[in-house]
């Protein structure tokens, strides 16, 4: 019988970090591989799957290991409160890429151009799955896969496609770029196949991502206020197309 302490020094480093149940719960329901999964108090841990999670119940009871409360918070950069980590198998970025090639798309991909907030980007990634995007992709130098981000997405990478491209790589389709001078979304139909982009935080859409935009929105705002948070900006054009041209149900 293996130790799942030791599993877990084993495998950390080559393996996403899952923290908390929320993040256990969705990757288990989105088919994630989870070799090793630790709970300060098992049976709280199985209270809320029984409330919150009935559907993989029995697979976390299968799972959960009961460690003390010690151990488990020194396995974590930062203890959650449910008391649950896990550690799964990261999807394979050929089986990513493959997901984002595939045509004909019944839903658009989003791109983060160049992020750099860590929670924006999960948040960003939770939302994506909520709506039954093909994916999210982002340029520049931050991880999409980082343990900050997929806390911040409750898991649900393993819900939709997460990777990171250079701009030039990015899939094939007309891509609706998001900019203050750009036509106001609420006149436009976004086509499934959309690449829906969004700019940094800070800076906006990179010179390269503007060179490969089709057209340019802008999003409805009040005057002499400067920007929505990334994520805010994300819902609601996810909403726009889910209303629009695209499909009228989420999955």
Known sequence: MTDPVSDWHRLADSHVLLDGFHALKHAVRFGAEVPVALAADRQAALALADDLAPDVRDTLDALLTEVPETTYAALVPRPHPTGVAALAVRPSRAARLARLAHTPRTAPVVVLDNPRNLGNAGAVIRLAAGFGVTGVVTTGTLDPWHPTVVRGGAGLH??????????????????????????????????????????????????????????????????????????????????????????????
Not at 162 to 172: G, M, N, S
Not at 176 to 182: K, Q, S
Not at 216 to 221: E, I, K, T, V
């Open 158 to 251: 393993f819900a939709t496609a997460v990777e990171r491209l250079a701009v030039f790589d990015l899939p094939a389709g007309p891509v609706f770029a998001l900019d203050p001078e750009g036509e106001d979304l609420r006149g436009v139909e976004l086509p499934d196949d959309a690449l829906l982009a969004f700019g940094s935080e800070r800076t906006g859409l990179s010179a390269d991502l503007r060179a490969r935009a089709d057209h340019l929105l802008s999003l409805p705002m009040r005057p002499q206020v400067s920007s929505y948070n990334l994520a805010t900006s994300v819902a609601m054009t996810l909403y726009h197309w889910s209303m629009t041209g695209g499909r009228r149900s989420v999955l």
